[in-house]
């Protein structure tokens, strides 16, 4: 038998309780971190009015969409940058050109679809 911290009231509990003696608490052994986590989810709109918790949650969802879909072009950059330093096989600076011209050519038209809509 051991003694914990109740999540609730930070008061000693034993291990082997059913319920937290000083706050009558059920759950107080829940996971210090996914109660933090939910506890965030839970009053995060007392915080931050509901409709910017969508954006900040859908940001950071297109956040990691836009770098997982950049991982090519970030590494074949790398490549290049470092043409001089390191000897690579051919085959691995003709991919990278390749992945290069390929992501320049998308962002120059995502570029002039941006101006067409704008202005
Ligand atoms: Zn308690």
Do not use: Q, R
């Not at 930070?10 to 996971?31: F, I, L, Q, R, W």
């Not at 210090?32 to 995060?44: D, H, I, L, P």
Request: contains cysteine; glycine residues 4%.
């Amino acid at each position: 038998m051991s003694i914990t911290e109740c999540i609730e009231c930070n008061g000693k509990v034993s291990t082997t309780a059913k319920a937290c003696p000083h706050c009558g608490a059920e759950d107080y052994k829940e996971n210090a971190y996914f109660s933090f986590v939910y506890n965030v989810v839970e009053n995060g709109s007392k915080y931050f009015p509901a409709p910017m918790m969508g954006v900040i949650g859908y940001t950071m969802i297109v956040a990691y969409i836009w770098v997982l879909l950049n991982i090519p072009f970030i590494v074949a950059v790398a490549v290049e940058f470092t043409k001089e330093a390191v000897a690579l096989p051919n085959v691995i600076y003709k991919w990278s050109s390749w992945v290069i011209d390929i992501y320049v050519d998308f962002y120059i038209a995502i570029y002039d679809l941006l101006l067409k809509m704008l202005f």
